[in-house]
């Protein structure tokens, strides 16, 4: 899958690669332990972790990967990131999603989710793309929803991080359901 850097646009936010610039912002945001309380990777501890993130990002052309930064349109401020790991083989993606606090219960993560599912699918030829979240946190069930995909069930202790293993539930949509 070739996304050539592609920049998608919505009401409030750009999607566009990442940046340099964006090292900072994205410390403060994983650094946090409330945000990253339910992700796979521990808070972060130093922004050369940040800023290490961001060279594989940049780096990693292999169309395995799609990611991009979240950007206010309004003030430029990055504010997260959504991130699909593709298998090109079956046409199919898993798409993940980090947003700072302070936009928590604002629409911004479904509205860059939904952004990104209609790009791969619309332009990239991807059939299909799923997620999984931890059982206890419903706010990200609540944004899978808003975007549209469908619960195919629970995944018992599916990942473990920090905080020990995680039942997840499991949310998926088609190209067809768009």
């Not at 940046?19 to 332990?33: G, L, T, V």
């Amino acid at each position: 899958m070739q996304t050539n850097g592609k920049v998608l646009l919505t009401p409030r936010l750009i999607l566009r690669p990442f940046e340099d610039r964006d090292a900072e912002a994205m410390f403060a945001i994983m650094s946090d332990d409330e945000t990253t309380k339910y992700l796979r990777v521990n808070p972060y501890e130093t922004l050369s972790q940040a800023q290490a993130w961001i060279d594989r990002c940049i780096s990693e052309g292999d169309g395995e990967h799609f990611r991009r930064a979240v950007e206010l349109k309004e003030t430029g401020e990055y504010i997260g990131d959504v991130r699909v790991k593709i298998n090109g083989k079956d046409n199919s993606g898993e798409i993940g999603f980090t947003v700072c606090r302070e936009y928590w219960g604002k629409g911004v993560a479904s509205e860059a989710v939904r952004e990104v599912i209609a790009y791969l699918m619309g332009e990239c030829g991807i059939n299909r793309i799923a997620a999984a979240h931890s059982v206890k946190n419903p706010a990200s069930g609540g944004v899978l929803r808003k975007v549209g995909m469908q619960y195919e069930g629970m995944a018992r202790e599916l990942y473990r991080n920090r905080i020990g293993y995680h039942d997840c539930h499991r949310y998926a949509i088609l190209k067809s359901d768009i």
